[in-house]
C-alpha cells in the first residue's frame, strides 16, 4: 500500500472544507473494518485512508501548519499503513466504567502477546504489536498491531477457502470471533 507523503496532506483550509464528507466516509470505512473480539477488545483494520484521516484529524486539532510538524505526524502515523501482505490493526480495550480502567487494564498486561489471526487450521499469525506502548507492569488501552503474512498465508486470507478467526488466549481474557465475509473481503482486496 503507498505511504502517506506530505503532498496528500491538505493544508487547514483546504481541509476543513472537506472534512465533513471525508469523516463521514471514514466512520463508514471503520465501521466495516472494525471486528468486536469479546466484551472488552475491538480491533479496526487500518488502510491508507483511515491512516491519512487520522493525520489530517491531529494536523486540524493541533492546528499545525509547518511542513516538519506535519511530516512529523506522518511519520508517527504513517507507521500504521500495511505494507505488502500485511494486516494492520488498532486494538482497542474498551473500558467504559471509569474506576476500574487501572484495575482492568492491569488486569490484560500480556493481551497483546496473545493475539493471533488464523486462516483455517493451517495457517496462525502472532500478531506484532508496535513497541512502546505496554510495559511488562502496564498496557495502554490502545495498542498498533501488525499481522505479517507469508505468501501463502496471504493466498489463503484473499481467497475466501476456509474461514478467518481473530483470538485472543490470555489467562484473563479469551475470545475468538470468526471474520465477517465483507470485511475479509474488503481486506483481501488490499493485501498483495
Avoid: C
Avoid at 6 to 16: C, G, H, M, N, T
Avoid at 94 to 106: H, S, Y
Avoid at 141 to 147: C, D, H, I, P, W
Amino acid at each position: 500500500m503507498e505511504r502517506i507523503t506530505l503532498a496528500d496532506v491538505k493544508r487547514l483550509p483546504e481541509y476543513e472544507a472537506m472534512r465533513d464528507a471525508m469523516r463521514s466516509h471514514v466512520i463508514d470505512l471503520k465501521k466495516r473494518r472494525r471486528v468486536p473480539l469479546g466484551d472488552r477488545i475491538s480491533l479496526v483494520f487500518e488502510n491508507r485512508e483511515t491512516v491519512l484521516f487520522q493525520v489530517q484529524e491531529m494536523v486540524r486539532a493541533e492546528r499545525i501548519t509547518s511542513a516538519d510538524a506535519i511530516q512529523a505526524e506522518i511519520d508517527v502515523y504513517g507507521l500504521s499503513v500495511p505494507e505488502r501482505d500485511e494486516l494492520s490493526v488498532t486494538m482497542f480495550i474498551e473500558i467504559t466504567e471509569r474506576v476500574a480502567i487501572r484495575p482492568e487494564l492491569d488486569r490484560l498486561i500480556g493481551v497483546n502477546e496473545r493475539l493471533r489471526l488464523r486462516i483455517g487450521e493451517r495457517h496462525a499469525v502472532l500478531g506484532v504489536f508496535e513497541p512502546g506502548w505496554s510495559r511488562e507492569d502496564r498496557i495502554a488501552a490502545v495498542q498498533y498491531v501488525k499481522f505479517p503474512l507469508t505468501p501463502e498465508q496471504a493466498e489463503a486470507f484473499k481467497s475466501g477457502r476456509e474461514p478467518v478467526f481473530l483470538e485472543v488466549d490470555h489467562p484473563n481474557y479469551q475470545a475468538s470471533i470468526r471474520m465477517k465475509e465483507a470485511a475479509r473481503q474488503e481486506l483481501a482486496r488490499e493485501i498483495g
